[in-house]
């Protein structure tokens, strides 16, 4: 009478059961999700109606500090560090790596270390690595050199990079 063939099937049955209750809760979850919900549990607003109640908030003027006053403050020590990030890829020994070596590049002509090939990019751009070049460079070099081999992203902290150029600098 109850075997186990009628298990095996009760078991499949019930399995499949629940099986179509979650692909059709995963389709309408595609199909009405509003996505309206944020990180802390709170749903978003669709349209925000303003009353003139608020005053507005006060906005904060950032002052900008030029790179020349940044690198006049500089921490080599601290330059030292970030440059940690571009040991895998250049050396300071005098010797090139994937990426040239950078002892005495501050003042350098660009692409002028012999023995490595360049990107088109950066071969023809003119003139020398001053910290200003450096600067644009190292805050994102495929946008300061649009097809340049180098795929580090970048330092986005103007601090880091017065901090490096001026560890580049003790290099020379």
Known sequence: ????????????????????????????????????????????????????????????????????????????????????????CHKVDGSNGTGPHLDGVVDRDIASV?????????ASLDGAWTPDHLNGFLEAPKDYAPGTKMSFAGLSKATDRADLVAYLQTLN
């Open 1 to 88: 009478m109850f075997n186990t063939m009628t298990l095996t099937k009760t078991v499949g049955a019930i399995c499949g059961t629940l099986l179509i209750f979650l692909f059709a809760n995963w389709g309408a979850d595609a199909i009405y999700h509003s996505g309206g919900a944020s990180h802390d549990g709170e749903h978003a607003q669709a349209y925000i109606i303003d009353t003139g109640d608020s005053e507005p908030a006060e906005v904060e003027e950032v002052v900008e500090v030029s790179f020349d006053v940044l690198l006049a403050s500089a921490d080599v020590g601290k330059g030292e560090k970030v440059f940690n990030k571009c040991k895998a």
């Open 114 to 122: 012999a023995d490595y090939g360049f990107s088109d990019a950066l």
